[in-house]
Structures are given as C-alpha cells and as structure tokens.
C-alpha cells in the first residue's frame, strides 16, 4: 500500500474489538475481562461504604459495559469463554457484604441481576426485534423468512441455516432464531423496543 508491504498478523483491533485470524472471540474475552477485573479491584480499594445499591450501581456503570461492548459481534460460543466473563460478575457478587455465603444464582437474585449469557441472549433479541421493525440498518429481508403455512408460533418465524463450521454457525443470524421462534405472537408484534423487552 503506498508503496509499502503490509505485514501479516494474528490479531487486529478495531472499533475496540479484538479480532482474530480465526474469528474466534477468545482474544477479546480474555481482553475485556483483564480490563472489567482491574476496574472491579480499583472499586473494592476505594470504596469503603459498600452498601449492596451502591456496589451495584457501580458495577452496572464501570464494569459491565466492559463485558458487553459490541456483545452481538463478539458474542463467544465457547464454555470457557462464556466462563470467564461470568466469573467476573461472580467475583462482584462475591465483594457486597452479606452475599459471600450464598450460591451465585441466590446473589443474583438478591442484587437483582441475570447471569451475563442471559443479557447476551435478551440483547440479541432485541437487536433482532429492531431489525424486523426497520429500525436498523440491517435489512429484514436478509434473513430467511418461513414461509411454510404452520400454525404454531408467531407470523415472523425464520428458518435457520445448516453449518459445517462453528462460526457461522453461532453468527448472530444463526444463534438468535431458536429463541426468536419461541416467542409468542404477542411478543414479536409489540409495538415499541419497551414494550418488546417488557414483554
């Protein structure tokens, strides 16, 4: 380029994305959680009142936005990737007094928090209700729409696509249609992004 060799490398970072030569998300999970830790150790060495509604909303506004930056790009498929970044919000629940007894699931519960996958997966929903609604850039007619004449389900039912490889087969355009097509009617034909979520 210019007159110059481009090198070659393993890994380039762009948009703050870490992306690898064999598209797998292990680089950028093991990024984003060595940044989420050391935001969540700067917290427990300045914090002296740790009340449980102040810790959280700490956590929520520095850490978390860590985990999910570009989440529907980067989203990892792999158990001890989706590991890692979990163990990061367990190391947060495991910080607020009173907590450390209990089990990950009853200190979610008690903070009023969902495990990292299940925003993972609620987030892909909603991108895709944006995408059905034209409120994306991404064009509705991109994805394969069942046109069979069952009964069952919604009216905007998509038929999912058969891969050999695990990239495409857990690409957002694959690994959201199963929990699309479980929702209901109602659900898919709410009228705001809000009312979607409530939903």
Not at 90 to 111: A, C, D, I, N, S
Request: hydrophobic share 35%; with cysteine.
């Amino acid at each position: 380029m210019n007159g110059g060799t481009l090198g070659e490398v393993n890994e380039e970072r762009d948009l703050g994305v870490r992306i690898t030569s064999d598209l797998k998300a292990t680089a950028q999970c093991t990024y984003v959680c060595s940044k989420a830790n050391r935001v969540l150790g700067m917290i427990r060495r300045t914090m002296v009142y740790r009340s449980p509604d102040i810790l959280t909303r700490l956590y929520k506004s520095l850490v978390r936005p860590h985990l999910e930056y570009c989440v529907s790009a980067s989203s990892p498929h792999y158990v001890k990737d989706r590991e890692r970044l979990e163990r990061v919000q367990h190391r947060f629940t495991r910080m607020v007094p009173g907590l450390k007894g209990l089990e990950y699931g009853g200190r979610l519960e008690r903070l009023n928090l969902l495990t990292l996958e299940e925003r993972r997966n609620r987030a892909d929903l909603v991108e895709l209700f944006k995408i059905s609604k034209g409120l994306s850039a991404i064009p509705w007619n991109s994805f394969r729409v069942d046109s069979s004449e069952r009964t069952r389900g919604h009216s905007k039912k998509l038929v999912k696509g058969s891969f050999r490889r695990d990239i495409r087969k857990y690409f957002f355009s694959q690994r959201v249609v199963n929990r699309w097509n479980g929702l209901s009617e109602e659900v898919v034909s709410a009228g705001t992004v809000e009312a979607f979520k409530k939903k």
